[in-house]
Structure formats: C-alpha cells, structure tokens
C-alpha cells in the first residue's frame, strides 16, 4: 500500500501525541503520586456525628511513626480545625460529612478529596516539607463555603527513621 510523505508525517505525529498524553498521565500517576482516592466505605450521615470513630475526630500517631487524621466536614468547618501530622511519614486521612458535599484541599500538596455525605473518603500521602499548609473547601457548600478552611501543621515528631 502506497501512503504519502506527507500523510505518513501526520500518522507518526499523532502516534506520537497519543504516545505522550499516555506517558503523562503515567509520570504523574506513578511519579508524583497524583490520582484519584479509590477508597470506598460507606456510613449513614445521620449517624456520623454519634459514630464511635468521627464524633472523635483528630489524629492518631502509630508506633511506627505514621499517622490516620479523622476528619468531619460540615457546613461550615472542619473538625479538627488545626491539624499536626508527622513529617516524611505516611499520613493517612479519613474523611466524612453529615451534611452536604464539601471538599478537602491541602494546598500545594497533592492532598485533595471530595467528601460526600454516606461515604468515607480516604486517601494516604506524605509531606516532605515542614511548616503551615491552608486546607479549603473547593466543593460549593453553601453561603459559608468561602469561610470553610482549616489549617495543617507538618512537623518533626522524632520516631526511629
Ligand atoms: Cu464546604 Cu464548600
């Protein structure tokens, strides 16, 4: 079969563009950890704030120096409102909402979930950089969205590493 110069230039490129959309996607799947939460619990809303883990909210540091932070969204804030958690260690964040859909943004950070009533979001990561990160809502909630945020303190807790 004869194919033309020209059009054997154009089949190439867009192989070569389909080839590069794919790479993408995987150095930022695999190489900074960027993806969606594949977590799936449910809890019924009603019960969240009688519920044995979230009417506790807070964080929990393991022995071997990772963490689990167990938040509420609710309209209008976050339980805890300030939250320190371990530097260079794995932090897990278990998320929910007796209310409406929130969302949950570490900004700067590849640390962002929505939070939907009847479900517990999940998601793992580390923070290589100490110091205050702003945590928002970036799901519209209601006429006190823009005021929801809370605040993340990344610190050095000792521990054996
Ligand atoms: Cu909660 Cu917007």
Redesign the pocket.
Known sequence: MHVDFYEKIWMWAAIGIIVIFLASIGFTTFGMAVRPPSHVEMIDPETVRSDPEFSQPGVTIHEDGSATVVIQ?M??AFLPNEIHVPRGRPVTFRLTSPDVI??FQIVGTNGNTMVVPGYVSQFTTEFSRAGEYLIV??????LG?HA?SAKLVVEEMGGSR
């Open positions: 969204a309209i209008f929130h969302g809502c970036n799901e519209y909630c209601g969205h929801m």
